[in-house]
Nanobody, 115 residues
Framework: QVQVVESGGGLVQAGGSLRLSCVSSGTIYGISLMRWYRQAPGKQRDLVASLTNHDYAEYADSVKGRFTISRDNAKIAVYLQMDSLEPEDTAVYYC?????????WGQGTQVTVSS
């Protein structure tokens, strides 16, 4: 059973940076999309960034210019570089790796930005 595991969350001051990682425990073929979502307390899970297998990236308006999604195909990993963090970015961040007929989710990593 393939698992995807996030890491890199933590506590940071406003204006700081964090780099989230999401790595697969096994080989995955046919990846079409790699995404990062986040869920703040009492709110729905929202899409933050996505990356297609053609390296086309899209971002939520709230993070454009501050976050960058990237991947390492050899490691089957997806990353989220988060700069200029704001208290509003506080949430649990989840990665999602998706193919045509399947979807894997990580367990989430907490990001807390203090003002």
């Amino acid at each position: 059973q393939v698992q995807v595991v996030e890491s890199g969350g933590g506590l940071v001051q406003a204006g700081g940076s964090l780099r989230l990682s999401c790595v697969s425990s096994g080989t995955i073929y046919g990846i079409s999309l790699m995404r990062w979502y986040r869920q703040a307390p009492g709110k729905q899970r929202d899409l933050v960034a996505s990356l297609t297998n053609h390296d086309y990236a899209e971002y939520a308006d709230s993070v454009k210019g501050r976050f960058t999604i990237s991947r390492d195909n050899a490691k089957i990993a997806v990353y989220l570089q988060m700069d200029s963090l704001e208290p509003e970015d506080t949430a649990v961040y989840y990665c999602n790796i998706e193919g045509k007929f399947w979807s894997y989710w990580g367990q989430g990593t907490q990001v807390t930005v203090s003002s």
